[in-house]
Every structure is written in structure tokens, then in C-alpha cells.
């Protein structure tokens, strides 16, 4: 049964800093893997999907790795700023007949100003 | 483009209540899924509908149905409400294969 875990579950850190969000699962037979924010009481907002043929994506500050055979993936936030304070979810599809996304708990961000 | 909209945006019942919940997917998507995600949760598959069919279901009791309509947007339905359903209900659509999942706002319910 896949398992997905996020280390931290919660992170406070000053404007600026360079940060690493951190995704385990236990089955390495992955289809892809998504990153969400999400605004408290608000929906989820896709951040970077990665396939599983990818190693990692770029999208502005934010960079996400994906390594399958460790069952890992990160989430690296550049610069943050106070405007980043969000829950980040992390989600894997297990493989193309399986159309679920499952998903970790999250790690709650503050960004402090 | 109004993306994924979902309505009512709250809504309250009481137990053995029966709820209906409605969602819209982004435009161009034919495929729309449900989760549930309990206060400090990840959001829990509950099924997929695609070509007015359910794709998938997840680990959730028959009083959890659903539907899609030709035109892509899709309802919720759950019976019997329990005080255990309190929830954010996401909806989530897709198209093309592998590309992101676009998710809604959500309904939150409040079961008492």
C-alpha cells in the first residue's frame, strides 16, 4: 500500500531564507508526482508535476526533484517571502492504470516578515 | 477561463441528512474527481467520473455516490450523513493525459 509522508509537518522561518520541503513514499513504481499549495480553507494549486521519466522541474523560485529509486522528492523554495506561507501537499499517481493522486499531509510554511 | 468552480461554497446539515454537492471542470476537461480532506488532512480519493462512467472508486462507503453529466460538470451525492463527513470536498478535473490536475475551492460541510 503506498504511503506518502512530508517532513516537516510544520516550518516558521524569516523573509529570505532558502528552504527544502521534504516528500517520501514507499512504493518507488510511480506514474508521476505533483506538488500543491494550498491557502488555508481554499482549494489546491498545482505547483510542478513531475513525470516519472523526469529527474526534476523549475518553475520560477521554485525547484522540484524526484528521485524514485530512494522514494523521495523535494520541493526547494529560493527567496522565500512571506507571501509563500501555505500548506504544500505532495501527491504521487501510482502508474497509468491507477487514476488517484495520494496524497502526504503536508508541511504547513510561515514565512515570517 | 473560470477554471474549476464548485457550489455551494458551505454548507451545514444535520445527521441522516442527504447533500448533493456540484462541480464544473475547466474548460477543454472531460474528467473530474472527488476528494475529501479532513481538518489537518490530505485530501482522500473518493472515485472518478469520465465519459458519464465511474472510473475509479476509492475507499469510501456506498452512501458516497456521484454522477457526470454530458456536459462534463459532475455531482456529489452522500446519504445518511455521519458527524465523521465534516469535510472540505475538492473537486479536481483533468484532460489530457498527465498533465496537472486543476483543482476547485471546494464545498465545505459541516455535518451536526
Known amino acids: 500500500k503506498q504511503e506518502v509522508t512530508q517532513i516537516p509537518a510544520a516550518l516558521s522561518v524569516p523573509e529570505g531564507e532558502n528552504l527544502v520541503l521534504n516528500c517520501s513514499f514507499t512504493d518507488s513504481a510511480i506514474y508521476n508526482l505533483q506538488w500543491f499549495r494550498q491557502d488555508p480553507g481554499k482549494g489546491l494549486t498545482s505547483l510542478l508535476l513531475?513525470?516519472?521519466?523526469?529527474r526534476e522541474q523549475t518553475s520560477g523560485r521554485l525547484n522540484a526533484s524526484l528521485d524514485k529509486s530512494s522514494g523521495r522528492s523535494t520541493l526547494y523554495i529560493a527567496a522565500s517571502q512571506p507571501g509563500d506561507s501555505a500548506t504544500y501537499l505532495c501527491?504521487?499517481?501510482?502508474?497509468?492504470?491507477?487514476?488517484?493522486?495520494?496524497f502526504g499531509t503536508g508541511t504547513r510554511l510561515k514565512v515570517l516578515a | 477561463d473560470a477554471g474549476v468552480t464548485q457550489s455551494p461554497t458551505h454548507l451545514i446539515k444535520t445527521r441522516g441528512q442527504q447533500v448533493t454537492l456540484r462541480c464544473s471542470p475547466k474548460?477543454?476537461?472531460?474528467?473530474v474527481s472527488w476528494y475529501q480532506q479532513a481538518l489537518g488532512q490530505g485530501p482522500q480519493f473518493i472515485f472518478q467520473?469520465?465519459?458519464?462512467?465511474?472510473?475509479q472508486r476509492g475507499n469510501f462507503p456506498d452512501r458516497f455516490s456521484g454522477h457526470q453529466f454530458p456536459n462534463y460538470s459532475s455531482e456529489l451525492n452522500v446519504n445518511a450523513l455521519l458527524l465523521g463527513d465534516s469535510a472540505l470536498y475538492l473537486c479536481?478535473?483533468?484532460?489530457?493525459?498527465?498533465?496537472?490536475?486543476?483543482f476547485g475551492p471546494g464545498t465545505r460541510l459541516l455535518v451536526l
Open positions: 513531475i513525470q516519472s521519466s523526469q
Open positions: 501527491a504521487v499517481r501510482l502508474d497509468s492504470g491507477t487514476y488517484k493522486y495520494i
Open positions: 479536481a478535473s483533468s484532460g489530457t493525459w498527465g498533465l496537472p490536475e486543476y
Open positions: 474548460s477543454g476537461h472531460d474528467t
Open positions: 467520473y469520465y465519459e458519464e462512467e465511474e472510473r
